[in-house]
């Protein structure tokens, strides 16, 4: 049986570690801002932005919400987030996505500063995170990889194959994986025989969009299998892309879903948020 990985523990370890390093910031009367923007009234999202305004709080940030009709222009929110660049308490800018269909997603994510692009979408910043010379990689992958190292999961030298060439999640956890050393293979919907591919893997990251897609019969015994999938089923009830029951009898460690790689998604964010703040001190 596999070890599960704690995702709501370790997200706690990394908040608190978030939380002190803000404090000693402001003993040197350094804040730390971030600006949530939603657009419209999707249901999920707002439970998103609203766990993001939360953890801003508990944490000891400065949290900012621009709540805006659905029928907001591109004009409009282009000029809010020229404001939110120059804005000297905002350290970190996150749109949240999916937009509207009106509205030109590219053109709106290409307008936030670099430096303060938290999410790690701007094209300048997906640039730095291929050289390996970043300051914020996005927050799932980051997440993951965080969730490897405290588990104390070396991924150098190991077989890593990510189900899912997402630009959000599968793309960047091939070079945050490649930079510490791992062989990354990335499989997605034309790959020829996906599950011999994913029978190699010393380390699973699956990332599809489907639900109970990773079956034990595509697992080496004793891979690690990490799970960033979060499909609702019909019942309402959460599942991710493993079929969980039969993969963690032949897994060495687990993430599960709800409670594995989702709670690390905000505490990354807190992180690069912190992140940009030092940097903009030069700390
Ligand atoms: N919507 C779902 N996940 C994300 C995310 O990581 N960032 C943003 N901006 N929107 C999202």
Do not use: W
């Amino acid at each position: 049986m596999a070890q599960i990985i704690d995702g709501k523990a370790i997200s706690q370890i990394v908040k608190d570690e978030v939380k002190s390093e803000v404090l000693k910031l402001s003993q040197k009367g350094i804040t730390v801002g971030l600006a949530v923007i939603i657009v419209g009234d999707d249901p999920a999202s707002r439970v998103y932005v609203n766990n993001k305004k939360k953890a801003c709080e508990a944490l000891g940030l400065i949290s900012r919400e621009y709540a805006l009709s659905k029928d907001t222009t591109n004009d409009e929110l282009l000029e809010l987030i020229k404001k939110l660049n120059c804005d000297d308490e905002i350290d970190g800018i996150l749109v949240q996505l999916p937009l509207p269909s009106h509205l030109d997603e590219k053109l709106i994510i290409n307008s936030i500063s670099p430096n303060k692009d938290v999410d790690a979408f701007h094209p300048q910043n997906v640039g730095k995170i291929m050289i390996g010379d970043y300051t914020f990689a996005p927050c799932t992958p980051a997440g993951v990889m965080e969730l490897l190292s405290k588990s104390s999961i070396d991924v150098s030298g190991k077989e890593c194959v990510i189900v899912g060439r997402s630009n959000i999640v599968g793309k960047p956890m091939s070079m945050l994986m490649l930079h510490k050393n791992a062989t990354v293979t990335v499989c997605h919907s034309k790959t020829a025989d996906l599950k011999e591919v994913v029978r190699r893997a010393d380390i699973v990251v699956a990332a599809v969009g489907k639900p109970n897609f990773i079956t034990a019969d595509m697992i080496k015994e004793g891979a690690v299998v990490i799970d960033v999938g979060i499909n609702r089923l019909e019942n309402g009830k959460l599942c991710g892309d493993v079929n969980f029951e039969e993969v963690s009898k032949k897994a060495s460690f687990i993430t599960p879903v709800p409670g594995g790689v989702g709670p690390m998604t905000i505490a990354m964010l807190m992180k690069n948020t912190l992140a940009s703040a030092k940097a903009k001190h030069n700390l």
